[in-house]
């Protein structure tokens, strides 16, 4: 049997697509673990369906609200991979009454850069 030209681009499209869902399966389980290793679960969600301990609001917000938040914001990598590693304050919470947690503690010694950056540029792709 032969495979037109058109057939050949078809079937080599479905096997890249594969290979490309493969890899975004294994970018997820990667990341998933390095939340949990990090202690990032602690806090976070990936969806923003959970609630926090005893009922209140969730402690941080859920990755997918970061996502739809932040993501087309071209800045927001680099700022929110300091705010990992760094913390925020208290004072300047853009989640106020959204979550009950006041402030991120820094990450820095669970997480180094370039984790970090790894980390936020998959929870900022989570919106697609």
Request: aromatic residues 4%; proline residues 5%.
């Amino acid at each position: 049997m032969r495979l037109g030209k058109l057939g050949l681009v078809c079937v080599l499209a479905s096997v890249t697509s594969l290979a490309n869902a493969e890899q975004a399966v294994s970018q997820d389980v990667k990341m998933i673990n390095l939340a949990h290793q990090s202690g990032c679960v602690t806090c976070h969600a990936i969806s923003g369906a959970g609630k926090g301990p005893n009922g209140l609001k969730p402690i941080g917000p859920a990755w997918q609200d970061v996502a739809k938040k932040y993501g087309s914001d071209p800045d927001a990598k680099a700022a929110l991979v300091t705010t990992v590693l760094n913390g925020s304050s208290p004072y300047q919470s853009h989640w106020k009454g959204e979550v009950s947690g006041f402030a991120m503690p820094p990450n820095s010694v669970v997480l180094n850069e370039e984790q970090a950056d790894e980390l936020v540029g998959w929870i900022l792709h989570l919106a697609d």
